[in-house]
């Protein structure tokens, strides 16, 4: 099974992940976690590319760095680990880059989705959890932390990042569950367990 977890960055969404993690290994499933961009030596490397603040990337080369990294990272790591029956939690996925680079950098939305089908090709997410937050209490929960290049772009980049994150969750009922991220800890990680095991995993 794939299951990703989406939203900005203070949403706690890594905090859940490793949560779903402990609870998979607790049923005796195989189980790894992973990150967009990164996962593997080489994507890491993409990674530093993209959040370090030395670069100046224009909108289609940021784009096509993360589409690159997830290509890399579907065919050697996520598609080997789904064949060999393991739940494939990934911290971040093509959602993502429709909300940060489309709706956020302005791209084109159709161009981008034409991009994510070519890295993922049919690896699609079983259920994807989105953390939704306003952009104050991201503010207020990762405030004094120094920010990389993209967490840099400024509150309006952000907010038309929520707003897109809203939309495509909205266009996404069957697959994505949204969850209000200023919950608690403990109810967000039995929500997301009550619907891991409707799929009957």
Sequence with gaps: MFITFEGIDGSGKTTQLNLLKEFLESQNKKVITLREPGGTDFTEKIRDLLLNKSYVLNSVTELMLFEASRSYLVENVIK?????????????????????????????????????????????PNITFYFSINLESKLQRIGHRENDRI???????????????????????????????????????????????????
């Design 80 to 124: 080997p680990k789904l064949d060999e029956g393991f739940f494939v939690i990934c911290d971040r996925f093509f959602d993502s880059t429709t909300a940060y680079q489309g709706y956020g950098r302005g791209l084109e939305i159709n161009f981008i989705e034409k991009c994510n089908q070519m890295a993922v090709k049919s690896i699609i």
């Design 151 to 201: 967490e840099q772009s400024g509150e309006e980049f952000y907010k038309n990042v929520i707003n897109g994150f809203d939309q495509i969750a909205e266009n996404n009922k069957d697959r994505i569950v949204i969850i209000d991220a200023l919950k608690s800890i403990d109810v967000i990680h039995e929500i997301i367990k009550t619907a891991i095991n409707k799929l009957n995993f």
